[in-house]
């Protein structure tokens, strides 16, 4: 008699052959207190390409002038593995002083700052002009043939502002990479 054993039938068979290591694509918010020194960011950032993973965004700035420290924002993605291999390697680096996974510890506040210009004519420049408004964009220049608008907020308002503005005319961008801090205390 032939036993009907399905493969990873449960968690608690015998028999359970699937994966432990997931393979979804997780994207995690990195705060990193280093050393306010040369070469500190290159090596961080060598960590990164060295090993192949992406920064999607990243902001660095001094944020103890005493202790001559600063602070690194890394938006990244990957697996869960690799979001622990890259804290763990993060934490090992002699000029770094903490790793904080803001998406895992708890709630926290996340903004952008971007500058977007359009070029735009006629009633696409009164229309561009409502948007902004309704987005909280301040409008920083203004010619006759372009505004550069300047909004502050999470990515995925900026990137629903942008997308509402490409109809109206050609848009340039910069964008600041996101800030991050967790809330609380």
Request: aromatic share 4%.
């Amino acid at each position: 008699m032939a036993l009907n054993i399905e493969q990873g039938s449960t968690s608690h068979s015998a028999y359970d052959l699937r994966s432990h290591l997931s393979d979804v694509i997780e994207t995690h918010t990195l705060a990193i207190l280093v050393e306010n020194e040369p070469g500190v960011l290159a090596r961080v950032i060598g960590l990164f390409a060295g090993r192949g993973y992406n920064i999607e965004s990243l902001t660095v700035a001094e944020v103890d002038h005493g202790g001559h420290r600063s602070r690194i924002t890394i938006v990244t993605s990957g697996t869960p593995q690799i979001i622990n291999q890259i804290k763990m390697q993060l934490g090992r680096m002699v000029p770094v002083h903490e790793v904080a996974d803001l998406t895992v510890d708890g709630p926290f506040i996340s903004r952008e700052l971007a500058l977007i210009k359009v070029v735009a004519k006629g009633e696409h420049r009164v229309e561009a002009l409502r948007i902004a408004e309704i987005f909280r964009a301040n409008v920083v220049d203004s010619t006759l043939e372009s505004f550069v608008f300047e909004i502050t907020g999470t990515p995925e308002k900026i990137d629903a502002f942008c997308d509402l503005m490409r109809p109206l005319g050609e848009i340039k961008l910069a964008r600041t990479g996101v800030a991050a801090i967790a809330r609380g205390t």
